[in-house]
């Protein structure tokens, strides 16, 4: 019958660490490194080769021996995710392995890129090192790269008073008497709410006003989700309203039922709030409710 091969372990160690000589051309790259700057070197044909080799990888022949200091900025162009880094990564949080071209160099550098999130990162991303804090002479001297500032965050307000126009004004003073003003066009003798002193449609002159009631019919609505501080309750309805005798719908709350009884047809009124609270505002109206009349078939 045939054995167990003989099998042995065997453990190949260097306690103290096992040194090399780097040669003249990387030697360079990782002083360089130290001062916290990165260099290539150039080839008889005129690119730059970063990390720099001693030949030419296209024509296998020497470089030239003249160093270009380069970057420290590039491009990303193309890269793989690690969610999970290992004890040996250079990084201790989700990164990518990427290909970076340097400013000035004709190839890519492989090093770590940590991003804001991992779906900032893309080809085509501008990236700067982040050095160590004490340099040795080591490729980890660049702990990372991180992306350019291309955006910042800025507290923004703006305090304006608005005044109303004419037409707009003199809307807004019947709002604050509880009534709602349209006005009738000379040419078309289309009606609108709110009043305006120009048909939309036509271009033709509205000379006086019309008031009209506070009563119409939804012509169509919306069910909202997201909280609003003019509602009474999430969720609400916002319809668009043509008041009785208009011909353009204006958009008011809807409330006083539940959200998805709120149907095309509905006849409603608005509900104003007292008449001691009110002022020059739409806020008179806190909402359209319905009025139990039968609804009405829109054509």
């Known amino acids: 019958m045939p054995s ?15 040194t090399r000589s780097t040669g003249p051309v990387v030697g360079r790259f990782l002083t360089e490194l130290r001062e916290r700057r990165i260099v ?4 008889s044909e005129g690119g730059v ?6 030949y030419d990888p296209a024509t296998g022949e020497p470089v030239t021996g003249e160093y270009v200091e380069v970057g420290p900025a590039g491009t990303v162009t193309t890269w793989t995710w690690v969610q999970e880094p ?10 990518a392995w990427a290909l970076i071209a340097l ?54 307000r703006a305090e ?29 003798a289309k009606v609108y709410v709110p009043y305006r002193t120009f048909c939309p449609e036509c271009g033709g002159p509205i000379p006086d006003t019309l008031e009209l009631p ?23 309805v916002s319809a668009y309203i043509l008041l009785d005798g208009a011909d353009l719908p204006m958009i008011a709350l809807v409330a006083g039922v539940p959200a ?14 007292p008449e001691s609270e009110r002022t020059a505002s739409m806020a008179n109206i806190r909402w359209f409710a319905p009025t139990g009349e039968p609804d009405v078939e829109l054509s």
């Not at 091969?5 to 453990?11: C, D, G, I, N, R």
């Not at 080769?49 to 001693?54: K, R, Y």
């Not at 990236?127 to 955006?151: L, M, N, S, Y």
């Open 49 to 54: 080769l970063v990390p720099p080799l001693e």
């Open 160 to 188: 304006y008073r608005l005044r109303a126009g004419g037409s707009l004004g003199v809307f807004l003073a019947g709002v604050e008497r509880g009534v709602l003003l349209g006005g009738r066009c000379e040419r078309c």
């Open 214 to 236: 506070d009563t119409g019919t939804i012509t169509t609505f919306a069910i909202n989700n997201l909280p609003d501080p003019r509602a009474p309750e999430v969720p609400f």
């Open 4 to 18: 167990d091969p003989l099998v042995a372990q065997h453990v190949l160690e260097f306690p103290g660490g096992y």
């Open 260 to 273: 998805h009884e709120v149907r095309q047809g509905m006849r409603v009124r608005a509900v104003w709030v």
């Open 103 to 156: 400013d000035g160099a004709d190839t890519a550098l492989v090093h770590a890129v940590v991003p804001e999130h991992p779906k900032a990162m893309r080809a085509g991303m501008r990236v700067r090192p982040v050095w160590r804090e004490q340099p040795t002479g080591h490729i980890t001297d660049i702990r990372h790269f991180a992306p350019e500032v291309t955006k910042i965050v800025s507290p923004v």
């Open 86 to 95: 290992l004890d040996s990564h250079p990084v201790d949080v989700p990164f």
């Open 40 to 43: 290539g070197v150039r080839t």
